[in-house]
């Protein structure tokens, strides 16, 4: 695992776009995979700048999604194809066809999340995975539990992650209760993974993360056993790190 500091939001979103553009410039044919909240948007932000810039093509990229809440539609702009499209497709060259989230409206879910988990392979599997991470250390939308969720499947969201995402939606009853997400055994399969993390909320969870016990309660300590792992965050959520670790 490999920890970059970073001073801020911006500097970290710059830093974080600066790798991602690397890859695709490294491989232009290169699947990403993308994170949605509200840790990659300045992320997002400088890549489309760049792009504007002339600076990377998306043209033979190809992206899956980490996650999608079950019974929101793409148009809904509180679903996660919504937001993607708001915040990176509809601003750069990429084919819409080469972009995948899991379709929360599929009639059923269970026969959606194999659709997804076999897209994954059959497009070569994910080259580089961006992941932000929750307050309870979740990734995609894999809560805390008692084993590791494996596949990509529907998962119940956990209450605190519903009351932090109700900032998004008119009410908490508004929140989706449940979720298609990329399992933990689908993000561990990506060559290279990106875990971007900001403020000072989120400090001791990553310091758990990244130097705790690897256990299904922290479902990001699991990156420990990744080989390629960089994580990108800023002074505020390295804070308990840069008190424990010397
Ligand atoms: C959401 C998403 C995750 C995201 C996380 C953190 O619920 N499913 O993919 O990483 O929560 O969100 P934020 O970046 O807004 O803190």
Known sequence: MRIIKTK?????????????MAQVNLKPNAVLGLATGS????TYKCIVESFKNGFVDFSEIKTVNLDEYVGLDG????SYRYFMNDNLFNHVNIDKNN???????????AVEADRYEDLIEE???????VLGMGLNGHIGFNEPTKIFDKRTREVDLAPST???NARFFASMDDVPKTALSMGISTIMKARKILLLVSGSAKADILYQACYGDI??????????LHPDVTVIADE????????NVK
């Open 123 to 129: 497009i070569g599997g994910v080259d580089m995975q």
């Open 99 to 109: 972009t995948n989230v899991p379709n929360g409206m599929a009639s059923d879910t």
């Open 8 to 20: 801020n939001y911006d500097d970290m979103s710059q830093k974080a776009s600066a790798q991602i």
């Open 236 to 243: 505020d959520a390295l804070a308990t790190i840069a008190k």
């Open 162 to 164: 519903i009351e932090a």
């Open 215 to 224: 256990t299904p309660d922290v479902p990001a300590s699991i990156l420990q």
């Open 75 to 78: 148009n809904n702009d509180q």
């Open 39 to 42: 840790t990659p948007i300045g």
